[in-house]
């Protein structure tokens, strides 16, 4: 095993900045290291939706989250979108991708105001093994084409739904989904608004098992029916007891759909290289395994290991495929070195 490191110096932020920038200094070979010692990453989830994912203080996020790592140890939610500036400071994990306001196909496309890139584009940059989907509610409060309209080209509500999982599915067939029935809209909400609830949840479980039968790993959750003995605040929003019951119908679900042992994505696979995914559990480690630093035709990194960093997050939640750290009140330094598979890839490595 051939080690070699590289000092990173972070530049402190202001929280609301979200991530520090990582810059790369300097690069140098050593002579000599030994391989950290190293557990699997936690799992990637990623939760989509709008504002009701979104939330208020953490929303169902944070009590599922708590769950989860109850459960079977720390997750890794993740998005584009975060809840830093509302979620509960004890809430260490607020990456999400609730877009407040957006339409199904707004939340597939990205377009709108939140200026997101597309759902593939969001895939690719998380990589996650589990997709949970609560989405519709905009479209049943802007009353937006349940049936669809063939003149402007717009697919009925269930098709936009189906767009969005298919997009997913073609992405990674591997992703576990789980799409959800729609939590109850109420009064103030408009009764049409909750009409066009009702009709479009009694459309996703044909969605669902249209894919089952295809062989892919797609799940149905019913959000709606235990949510009708907690009314919304503003018809539209769960308060805090109502979030809890979505966690609690989120976190059933996913014990039943879910493996054992469910793993993340190879993040490997896209330059041809196998690797695991890994953070070390001796020092703090901001990141393990990029793959873009060793080329295809080599074969896997044996492992990466960071000394001196002093981000404000635990260091196995920022295994997201870019060397990134959340920031704290001061610049600091921190080294990274990588333990290559001479053995596996005697030619060496190209990492430039």
């Not at 992703?175 to 996703?204: H, K, M, R």
């Not at 600091?332 to 070195?337: F, L, N, P, R």
Request: net charge negative.
């Amino acid at each position: 095993m051939q080690p070699f490191s590289f000092s990173a110096l972070v530049r402190a932020l202001p929280l609301a900045c979200a991530l520090a920038a990582a810059s790369l200094a300097s690069a140098a070979v050593s002579a000599a290291g030994t391989p950290p010692k190293v557990q699997a990453a936690p799992l990637r989830i990623m939760l989509i939706g709008d504002s009701i994912t979104e939330g208020d203080a953490g929303g169902y996020r944070y009590p599922l989250f708590q769950k989860i790592s109850a459960a079977s140890g720390m997750p890794n939610f993740v998005g584009r979108r975060n809840g830093r500036l509302s979620d509960p400071p004890e809430f260490v994990d607020d990456d999400h991708e609730g877009y407040s306001a957006y339409r199904i196909d707004e939340i597939t496309s990205g377009i709108g105001f939140w200026s997101a890139p597309p759902i593939e584009t969001r895939l690719h940059d998380w990589d996650p093994a589990i997709v949970t989907i609560h989405a519709g509610t905009n479209d049943a409060q802007q009353h937006y084409h349940f049936g669809g309209d063939a003149t402007l080209g717009i697919p009925s509500a269930i098709d936009r739904l189906d767009d969005m999982v298919s997009r997913i599915i073609a992405y990674n067939p591997a992703i576990y989904i789980i799409v959800s029935q729609i939590i109850p809209a109420n009064p103030p909400a408009s009764e049409t608004t909750q009409a066009y609830i009702l009709g479009l949840n009694s459309q996703i479980p044909g969605l669902v098992e249209r894919h089952r039968a295809l062989g892919h790993r797609v799940y149905l959750v019913d959000q709606y029916t235990p949510m009708l003995d907690h009314p919304n605040p503003d018809g539209i929003h769960p308060d805090a007891a109502g979030y809890a019951v979505m966690a609690e119908v989120w976190f059933q679900a996913m014990m039943a759909a879910l493996p054992s042992k469910p793993v993340n994505p190879d993040p490997g696979r896209f330059w041809g290289l196998h690797q695991v995914d890994r953070f070390s559990t001796v020092t703090s480690t901001p990141w393990t395994l990029q793959p873009n630093l060793i080329r295809a035709g080599s074969q896997t990194l044996a492992g990466v290991e960071t000394t001196g960093y002093q981000g404000s997050h635990p260091p196995a939640l920022l295994n997201d495929g870019s060397q990134a750290a959340y920031s704290n009140d001061r610049d600091y330094a921190s080294t990274t070195t990588f333990t290559l598979n001479t053995t596996a890839a005697p030619q060496g490595y190209d990492i430039t």
